[in-house]
């Protein structure tokens, strides 16, 4: 099972200063929906698991907790290198831009442009098969191993429509699964500056909170 998509290892924040609210129309296969991007939440890093390879180092996902209007219910089906499952998802939780990243505040990242935006579901689901991995990204240069525990979200290849400008999908296959992870990270807290279409900001990374894989997804009728 080959995928287009990186892994990402995604890390709890603590933006630096204010984030002015963001109202944004979402699209992807569960709809279309009106949403305000609240907060900054997780900074996803791409990662390499059980020392797999990395498509591309600079691509990052910002996810950005959000105001929605409505729940709903969605069965699917998943599939990765590691679980298969069916599950529900239900809330519209996040929404995740592509960005770039800098260790120097005196460097502007660029945005990436081969990755797209993903809309992030709260799901219902039974806890998956104990897993154990391996892994690494730009802040954990030595493996470190973590037990897959929860399944968490879903996330969506999304269409993202702000102030009359449309940002695309651009891989409509490759979809995440992130799961919740149990482990003793060596990581020591980092201070960064990102930039996305919602523009720049210097937040400290603070500690990998979740695995997202790449899958495949089914939506039931």
């Given at each position: ?11 709890s ?5 204010t ?8 699209s ?6 009106k949403?305000v ?6 900074l996803?890093?791409?990662?390499s ?7 591309d ?16 219910r ?6 990765n290198?590691?679980?298969?499952a ?5 809330r ?5 831009l ?9 460097v ?7 990755l797209g ?13 104990e ?9 954990l240069?030595d ?7 929860r ?5 969506n290849p ?8 449309t940002?695309p999908?651009?891989n409509?296959?490759?979809h995440?699964v ?7 990270a060596?990581?020591e ?6 930039r996305?279409?919602?523009?720049k900001?210097?937040l400290?990374v ?14 039931l009728?």
């Amino acid at each position: 099972m080959t995928f287009k998509l990186d892994h990402f290892l995604c890390y709890s924040i603590e933006p630096q200063g204010t984030f002015r609210a963001r109202s944004v129309v979402v699209s992807d296969q569960f709809g279309k929906t009106k949403v305000v991007a609240v907060k900054p939440e997780s900074l996803c890093t791409p990662a390499s698991k059980n020392e797999g390879p990395v498509l591309d180092e600079r691509a990052h996902l910002l996810c950005y907790s959000l105001k929605v209007p409505r729940t709903f219910r969605a069965p699917v089906t998943i599939a990765n290198q590691l679980d298969k499952a069916k599950f529900t998802a239900y809330r519209l939780a996040s929404l995740c831009l592509p960005t770039g990243k800098s260790l120097s505040f005196e460097v502007t990242p660029p945005v990436p442009k081969k990755l797209g935006h993903y809309s992030c579901y709260l799901i219902k689901a039974a806890a998956p098969p104990e897993r154990d991995v391996s892994v690494t990204d730009q802040f954990l240069r030595d493996p470190q191993k973590f037990a897959l525990t929860r399944r968490l979200r879903v996330c969506n290849p999304a269409v993202k429509v702000r102030a009359g400008v449309t940002s695309p999908i651009l891989n409509r296959r490759d979809h995440l699964v992130c799961y919740s992870l149990e482990g003793d990270a060596q990581f020591e807290q980092q201070r960064v500056l990102v930039r996305n279409q919602f523009g720049k900001m210097a937040l400290t990374v603070v500690t990998p909170r979740t695995l997202c894989i790449p899958s495949l997804k089914r939506k039931l009728s």
